[in-house]
């Protein structure tokens, strides 16, 4: 059972909200898909972990947000939104259990739920400061932790061939009408296009986004990536893990940009059980 909850007027300004059977109240699970942060891509590619969590009783929060090809995305719309979304959880309509709530994942969502677990650092009135949803943890799976070195690998550019092919395992877009404006711009990377300017540009900037370069929030953070993934460097969630306290960093062994999220694999038990032991 799940049902649609805008949180803002425009149209990506939404989330799906699943409930498991039961009269709850149920934990809550964040969940932020990827995509390389464009509205070429929906949650499809982690409805199968969607449905994994709501069959063992957690209610699932799954957010949209304005994305890279979207009028008012990037910075800082797109981090407005997933922090508004994710506020929102205390407002819902549901048999929710507010003292158990965490946040989940994917490629760049993995980057934003990270970013969300240090909000409370930000200072006041920038994007995402004072978090009014306290989180017991978040799961990143192969997430863009280091928004510095992927500027610097100028990472994404092959979205500005209109003829190349997905990666490995990625669904093909849901959004195909995106990729001309989204090819258009990315010519320097998906990390400038995010952020309007680059990292040598916008130091001061980049702290306010870039997880690895943030200051302590006071969420514990799995941070779990697969040994071979082609599209983000697993040394991203590594060196992020190493400079936070709260994280942990778990190599998927074979694990490359899309096994990661399969639910019977390596990763997915690993943050399964992490995050079963964060909402008990």
């Keep these: 059972m799940f049902r649609k909850i805008a ?19 149920f934990p809550v699970v964040v969940m932020v898909h990827g995509g390389w942060w464009t509205a070429m891509w929906d949650d499809t590619a982690v409805q199968p972990l969607i449905s994994d969590l709501v069959g063992s009783g957690y209610a699932v929060w799954s957010v949209e947000y304005r994305r890279m090809g979207e009028a008012g995305a990037g910075w800082p719309g797109t981090f407005t939104d997933v ?24 490629s760049a969502g993995g980057h934003l739920a990270t970013w969300i677990a240090h909000r409370a650092a930000l200072p006041g009135g920038v994007v995402g ?14 997430g863009v932790l280091d928004l510095v070195a992927a500027d610097g690998a100028r990472l994404g550019t092959e979205l500005a061939d209109l ?8 669904p093909g877009p849901s959004g195909p009408d995106f990729w001309p404006v989204v090819a258009a711009g990315v010519g ?5 296009f995010l952020m309007g300017v680059s990292a040598v540009e916008g130091p001061s900037l ?9 200051g302590d929030g006071g969420v514990p953070v799995l941070a779990i990536h697969g040994s071979a993934d082609e ?23 074979g694990g490359d940009h899309f096994s990661v999220i399969e639910p019977d694999g390596h990763a997915w038990t690993v943050a399964r059980k992490w995050l079963a032991d964060k909402l008990s």
Excluded at 97 to 105: E, M, P, Q
Excluded at 163 to 170: D, F, K, T
Excluded at 231 to 253: G, K, M, N
């Design 83 to 106: 922090a508004s979304a994710v506020d929102l959880v205390g407002e819902l309509d549901a048999p929710l259990d507010l003292s158990r709530v965490a946040v989940v994942g994917h």
């Design 163 to 170: 003829s190349g092919e997905p990666p490995r395992g990625a």
């Design 7 to 25: 949180y803002g007027a425009e149209p990506s300004q939404f989330g799906y909200l699943h409930l498991p059977v039961g009269d709850g109240p």
């Design 188 to 192: 320097e990377g998906m990390t400038r």
């Design 206 to 214: 980049y702290a306010l986004a870039s997880p690895v370069e943030m």
């Design 129 to 142: 400061a004072s978090p009014s949803m306290p989180l017991v943890g978040v799961v990143s799976i192969a």
């Design 231 to 253: 599209v983000i460097p697993a040394e991203f969630s590594r060196a992020y893990a190493v400079r936070h306290v709260l994280a942990e960093f778990v190599d998927s062994p």
